[in-house]
């Protein structure tokens, strides 16, 4: 079995709702938009992400017998329901934006039209997906904002939230314009390129640090990148140098070295020292050890001598917003405009569009939200993707969803291309979709 | 195929490591442990969790054909790593803390003791399965702790990053003590018992907030627990009340409500006295909404009537710690002890053994990490758990792991059992461990 793609990865309530739903009839066609109520404290803007899983997800659903057996079992549901999951497959309309879109809160980046039980039942994994790679797609355009052209590398795995985080972490990174990952799952799976090192128990596994080199590029000669700081920094540097002839009179040349510990910018620069001292001047340093866009930008704007840089755990996980505060919610049923009104959580009503409006340079200006009716110059940004549960056209592919991000993270305005938090973009609710959110509230 | 079970989700370096000890014939007896550097700042103590995933991760382990086929293909490998993963199964001893248990920094809570490249290879999952649960299972002790009894169930499915993370997270906090999850698959794969209500979108598709009431009671007269944010909670209590009538007549009782927004502790006053004016003195009024712990101790301490929590995102994230500072480190290879000296990453070398010490009144009093030749009285923690890769018993189930967990919280001294982080639990370094680390140092 494969979790991710169970119809049962869900809460209970959308199974208890849609049985609901079924008694009552209510299977006409109900709209729901996934949107983000405010940003993260530490975010100037949001990239949308996700939608490849979101699209495979609905267009591969399906209960299986085993599971239908199961719920049978749990004596929790009517038959009614049982039956309508037997044959359940997704048959709705998607809308949304194209994966890599810069967007902004109040912005609606998917919207579904479906069967109410249908759009229901699934809400949660849709929002599990959306959350998540939007998350690191943001987060990741931070880092690559700050890193001068550098190459950043997903080193994450190990502190990501269990299996798919980790391989889904890899992709969005990549999407916002990291070089590749170290995930060799991620790279048969995605076709991201693929880095990697040695680890300090390579090191530690021989009883000579020089040793250890040697061996690693006895067996990469391709890619000699040697970890460096297991003992002492510039001293395995200095073994680094005089290992050379040796190597050289193999056919192995060293490509470069990785730091992971202590004050990265002043080992970089002894190093650098050593290395081109030593006749290496073409040995590149890779560094790693607790990067986050900060440090990055750090490192970048003092001229630390370091090529690379690898990116873990602050990246994988969102350290500083390790979640959204994205909502998917019921803006229209059987032809009505509804509205949630909850203390600090009211939403816009209705199908929306998202417009948006450049500077003559080129430079995001302002988006005007609106509905769907009200059509307007300018770009809109949400557009079909899905009909009758089938896909319009296969999803792009992930090149071609990183260069879109490539070119909107180059639209940017400065104020927003900064790690601290600027001025709030201009986004405008339109009068249109302010009427209609009055007419709602008078209906109530 | 199921991605989580996948060798290939490992780190690339892990590869090229194995290939270079294979090329040298490294392939005898390595000892990583894995262990926490330090404490989150939020955290007193942590929660081991997890060892279930990694023992079947480990007990499972190998290479598909397609695997194989693709690893050839990327031509990074050499003939003799794709045989020897042709073949790979996980032949090693493990030793490990029990799940559920309380430790501290510089405690291993597993043990793996396996031929180099294996022991290399499985590094990236297990860190990154150890990593997750623990996380998550000593966030929610936090919680746990804090809720007077009162019952906390997991709504985290949606943003949790991830299925994986979705499904272990409810496995996480049900060990900690958690009543239960909203995840469908959590409750299937783990027997976690479920609890769901209903959504917003539920009132929203009915013109009436009463109808939705009546229609939902209906689907599911054993479950009826009524959301009553959508517009105007007081409001929505009152109807509760009024439809009280109707529902009694088909034999239907209103098991509670759900708050979701505002001012938790004020609405459930209002709405505790609107119910039990209402003769529904037995309903009961769950809470819900951006909770964490401190949310929860300020309306467990300020008597707030609400009966039951959900805590979803701050729970399923870690929001205030959302990694740990986790390594896996070379304590050995062939019989010789290994220490890393990288700045401000130092490891203790060796096998350790972790024995607890009590007080009087059976509180934990201080721990003593030593060498596993250093035999002490007390209680050694760390324990056999599979033997040349096969378990030595099956896993406990869930619920006496969540014993376990129980009686370990249980145990902790008061100044750990507070949100606020008191003085660090006594752990020593026994003079064995100091003396070993030494005698590597002389050798480095």
Known sequence: ????????????????????????????????????????????????????QVLNYLA????????????????????????????????????????????????PILRIIAPLPQAQLVESRVMNLLNFQTMVASKAARSVLVAGGKPLIDFGLRRAHGAEAGLLAARASYLSGFAGTATVLAGRMYGIPLYGTMAHSFVQAHEEE???FEHFAQAQPD????????????????????????????????????????????????????????????AQILASGNLDEHRLRDLVQNDAPIDSFAVGTAMTTSSDAP???????????????????????????????????????????????TTDRDHRPGEPLLQPVMREGRLLELSPDLGKVRRHAATQLGQLPESLRTLEIGPAYD??????????????????
Request: glycine share 6%; net charge negative; hydrophobic share 40%.
């Open 1 to 52: 079995m494969n979790p991710s793609a169970s119809a049962l990865l869900t809460d209970l309530y959308e199974l208890t709702m849609a049985q609901a739903y079924l008694e009552q009839e209510m299977t006409g066609p109900a709209v729901f938009e996934l949107f983000v109520r405010k940003l993260p404290a530490n975010r100037n803007f949001l990239v949308a992400a996700g939608l490849e």
């Open 210 to 212: 020089s040793l250890s």
């Open 223 to 282: 890619n000699v990148i040697l970890l460096i700081d297991t003992y002492d920094t510039e001293a395995a540097a200095r073994k680094v140098v005089a290992l050379v002839p040796e190597l050289r009179a193999k056919g192995i040349s060293v490509k470069g070295v990785r730091l992971d510990s202590g004050d990265l910018a002043d080992h970089a620069r002894k190093v650098r020292r050593i290395l081109d001292e030593g006749g290496l001047s073409h």
């Open 60 to 107: 591969q659903l399906q209960v299986t017998q085993e599971e239908l057996a199961w719920l049978d079992q749990s004596r929790r549901f009517s038959s009614g329901l049982l039956h309508y999951l037997e044959t359940l497959r997704f048959t709705g309309d998607v809308e949304a934006m194209a994966e890599g879109t810069i967007f902004f809160p109040h912005e």
């Open 323 to 369: 979640s959204l505060d994205c909502a998917y919610k019921l803006q229209e049923y059987a032809g009505r405009p509804t509205r949630k009104r909850s203390e600090g959580k009211v939403t816009w009503p209705g199908r929306k569009q998202v417009y948006r409006y450049y500077t003559q340079d080129g430079q995001l200006n302002h988006d005007i939200v």
């Open 427 to 444: 986004v405008r609710i339109s009068p249109d979709l302010q009427n209609l959110a009055q007419a709602v509230d008078r209906s109530l």
